[in-house]
Every structure is written in C-alpha cells, then in structure tokens.
C-alpha cells in the first residue's frame, strides 16, 4: 500500500513539474554577435547575453533604476569622485561559484581593456577597488552624478571562469575572430546557456540558484531564441505557433495580428533613432568618383538633408509606425525638445542649388552601406532613400547586408554613408556625443564613423559629465546640440515605435529600450 502511494506521488510530482515548466520561444530579425559581454555595444547583442549576465545596476521595463547585482550605491560625502556599491549576497554564478567584489573589479577592468566596446559608457572611471568580498569603490575622474545611469550595460562574469578558459582577453569582433567567452558564458542571471548555433538557435534554461527567485515573475524555465531575418517568415512562425513571441513585427502585418484572436500587440515609443552617417574627411574611402569628397563641404550635407522626404517614409515605407526626426536624439532624453526636433523642410530645388554652389551641379556617386537585419525596415528605408537624392543628382549605389558585416564599416571607417541606429540607455545627451560626436580616439568616439572632429565639442563632452550644476549643464547641452546641428554630421530620418507580438497567454513587460528581460514576463 505504501508503495502505491509513493508511486503516486511521484507521478504527481512528476506531472505539477510538467505543467509549470513554461518554454517561451522568441524571434527577432538577427542574432546575438557575440556572448562576450564586452565585445559589442549593440542591442539584440545586449538583449540575449542579459537573460544570463547582469550589471550592478539595471533598467526595469519601465525605465527606472534598481538594483540587480548591487543593492545600494551613493557618492561620497567628503569626495565626489568617489562612489560606493554595496554588492547583494548570497548571489552565485551559473557553475556555483561565488560572486563576490573581485569579480566586478576583474569584469570593469576588462570592460575598460582595448578591445571593449563598453569602455566608451564608463571612460569617466579612474579606477575600481575592492573593499571587501560585498562592497567596491569606484573613482571617477572627476564629479559624475550620471554614473550609476551608464552601469546597466556592464555584465559581470566569473573571473577564476575567465581565467581557467583564456577568456580574460575581451573578442576582437571586427577582426572576425572567435574566442571561449564568445560562445560560452558563466553569470549570475536567471537563464543559462545550454547550446548555441550562431545565427540559427540558442537555448536557455532557468538557473535554479537564481538570487531572483521570489522577487521576480520567472515564469519561463527555458528560452529557446531563434533570429529569423526574413520578415514574412517571422511573421509566418508566429501565426502558425512555431513562436510564442516575436520583435520587429513588419509593419504591414499589425493589422493582421491584431485581428487574430490568439495573437496581441504591445506597442511603445522606442528608445531609437535612425539616421545616417556622412563621412566628412577630405577623402572619399570607396572610390566611387575622381577628386575630393564632396560631402566634407557643409552645403553638401545640407543638400542631402534637405532632398530627404521623411514623411514620405513614415507614411509609405514605415506606415505610420514612425515619427519624424530632426535629430539624433529620441525624445527620452535630457537635452530633447521640439524645437531641435523640427524636421528639415524638403526642399529640391534649394537642394540643388546648395550643390551647384558647392561645385557639384552634376551631382556624385558615393555608396551607401546599410544593414537588412537590425532595424524596422532597415534595407526599405534606404532604397526609399537612394532614390530621394537621385531626384537632385547623387548616385547612390545601396550596400545591404547583415550586421555582422555592416557595423565593422562603420567602427572600421570603411564606409563614407552608411545607416545606424541609435538608443540612449543613459537617457542622457552625454551618451550620443560621447560616442557620435566626440573626435574618435580609445575611450571616446567609439561609434563615430563620420571622421568629425570638433575640439569644442570634445571639451564640452567631458565637461558635461562632470558638471553638478543640473542648470547649468543643461544650458551646456543646449549649446552642444547647436553646434552640432548646423555641422550636419548626421541625416536623421526617424524615431522608431516599437511593436512586439506575441500570444495572448505571453504576459511581456514592453521595454522603451527594446531590451527583453524574461524574468518579468508571465505566463498567463
């Protein structure tokens, strides 16, 4: 009788498992580049890698800090310069092990070490000390209020993990290569890796020593990720239930979920604005015409600003899941106003002009490179464009292609046109002429592919992440976007709305950011 009612028992215990376990399979246009959390500063990068890494200090779904790997943090009475974060106990990495101060020391340093794409977000950072096994001291050099705002995309990983398996060394992207910290990872989240194929699937599973657990939803036991580039095919995996949840819904398929009783849309204004970069040096670097480069003179890039009809991309390519933009900055950010937003007057015949008077009345060629896997209508958007500056005689000769290939054009100083996009995980101008405007160098400039170089700015940018006078500062952002405006380094085109799909039964926290963190999905 006894062992009847044990076998019982465990077959209920057995099928409660079954029934809570919760499997989200998620699709976005393309896949994570790399898992070496600090390689790539990109977001579908960023995205994946923060369902089993975390920083010290997280954005939640709703934009606000929190604590995620430390649970305090305050600036020094007596110093400025000096900030403590008091680390949450009791946390462990995905092997076991414990986390403790060294391993921020070792991930800040690595993050700050010559092939990081992350040193740009903390280069205000003048050193970082363990003070014992829960508490860590960070210096700046020099006041930074905006400090614990630049820490959400820092992921910590294991150091004596890092050490044992070569990983300390951060991946050179560009140069193709691949790296232990690349394909595997040990964190601290609330999923960990089981098996990756790039490009094809990745798959995570709860991590059952989760500090989390009680705090948030977790729901999902395991994720299975899978980048399905072409949009029809998206959308066809999630309308036959090959996917429970999808970002980068084609914008001409919203009506289409919305009809479907199984289905439902969530929808937010993003954190992103896409534009494109002008190479202004006096050298073309694609030869695709004799003499100097024309788009070094201002009244070129004018030119082209003003041959750009982004209204006509908003309704046509984009149907109406955009919003106009006059500059490279989305209107989360401090610095944001309506005035700096206003969009370029499309104007072909002044187009023109300003090209003849530049000595360009025959127009030029010059190649466009754009990605067709990263953003909402990447690949459309810049056919609609190739052919807006044909109207005043610019040749553009489109590059499409993925990410993977695109954004090493760009940090490499490649391309002389090119499209990117651009989110303000700070909420913070600092962060866009840190790395857009600032003179390229090691610690700044970083996605500065337009070969711009502005002593002011680069002092003003600086300056501003030091500055304690909010008022004054503000008035100091103000006069940087000025500068910046009139030199026309960038063509803004829009600010992206953001449309995620998923079943009914997917309870998703939207994210201005575009940023899933699973652990605050349910399951309903």
């Not at 006041?143 to 990983?167: F, Q, R, S, Y």
Request: net charge negative.
């Amino acid at each position: 009788m006894t062992r009847h009612l044990l076998l019982a028992a465990t077959a209920m215990t057995l099928t409660m498992s079954a029934a809570q376990a919760e499997t989200l399979r998620w699709a976005r246009a393309g896949d994570a580049l790399t898992l070496d959390p600090h390689a790539q500063n990109e977001g579908p990068t960023l995205a994946l890698m923060q369902q089993m890494m975390e920083p010290l200090v997280l954005r939640n779904p709703a934009g606000a800090l929190e604590g995620a790997l430390a649970t305090d943090w305050s600036v020094s009475p007596d110093n400025p310069d000096v900030w403590t974060f008091t680390l949450r106990q009791g946390v462990t990495f995905h092997d076991g092990a414990a986390f403790t101060a060294e391993d921020v020391v070792f991930s800040f340093e690595r993050a700050l070490s010559e092939n990081s794409d992350m040193k740009g977000l903390i280069s205000s950072i003048a050193s970082v000390e363990a003070v014992d096994d829960h508490t860590v001291e960070i210096t700046t050099k020099g006041p930074n209020p905006l400090l614990p705002a630049a820490l959400p995309n820092i992921l910590v990983i294991d150091k004596d993990w890092a050490e044992t398996n070569g990983a300390v060394r951060v991946q050179d992207v560009e140069s193709g290569e691949e790296t232990f910290a690349s394909q595997n990872v040990n964190g601290t989240g609330p999923y960990k890796l089981v098996s990756r194929e790039s490009d094809a699937q990745t798959v995570l599973t709860a991590h059952d020593g989760y500090w989390g657990a009680g705090t948030f939803p977790l729901d999902y036991t395991d994720i299975i990720y899978t980048p399905i580039q072409n949009p029809s095919t998206r959308m066809a995996a999630l309308l036959s239930g090959e996917v429970d949840f999808i970002q980068d819904v084609p914008v001409q398929d919203l009506q289409r979920v919305e009809a479907d009783p199984a289905l439902k849309i969530m929808s937010s204004p993003q954190n992103r604005v896409i534009f494109f970069g002008l190479n202004t040096s006096d050298a073309l670097v694609n030869e695709t015409m004799d003499g100097p480069n024309p788009m070094a003179d201002l009244r070129v890039r004018e030119a082209m600003n003003m041959a750009i009809n982004r209204d006509a991309i908003r309704q046509v390519v984009m149907r109406g899941q955009s919003i106009p933009a006059g500059v490279i900055m989305p209107p989360f950010v401090n610095g944001w106003n309506e005035e700096l937003n206003a969009v370029p007057a499309m104007d072909l015949d002044a187009a023109r002009a300003k090209l003849a008077d530049a000595g360009f009345a025959d127009g030029f060629s010059v190649q466009l490179d754009c990605p067709n896997d990263r953003y909402i209508n990447d690949e459309a958007i810049c056919q609609a464009t190739v052919g807006m500056l044909a109207q005043i005689g610019v040749t553009v000769n489109l590059n499409a292609q993925p990410k993977a290939q695109h954004f090493p054009l760009v940090n490499g100083l490649t391309s002389d046109f090119y499209m990117l996009g651009w989110g303000v995980p700070s909420y913070d101008s600092e962060y866009i002429f840190n790395f857009l405007y600032h003179t390229k160098e090691d610690l700044y400039g970083t996605w500065n592919g337009t070969r711009y170089s502005n002593p002011k700015l680069d002092e003003m940018t600086k300056a501003i992440a030091a500055e304690v006078d909010l008022e004054k500062r503000d008035g100091m952002i103000a006069e940087m976007w000025a500068m910046a405006k009139a030199d026309v380094v960038y063509l803004p085109i829009h600010h992206q709305v953001l449309n995620w799909a998923m079943k009914t039964g997917v309870g998703a926290a939207v994210d201005a950011d575009d940023q899933v963190k699973v652990k605050y999905f349910t399951a309903e």
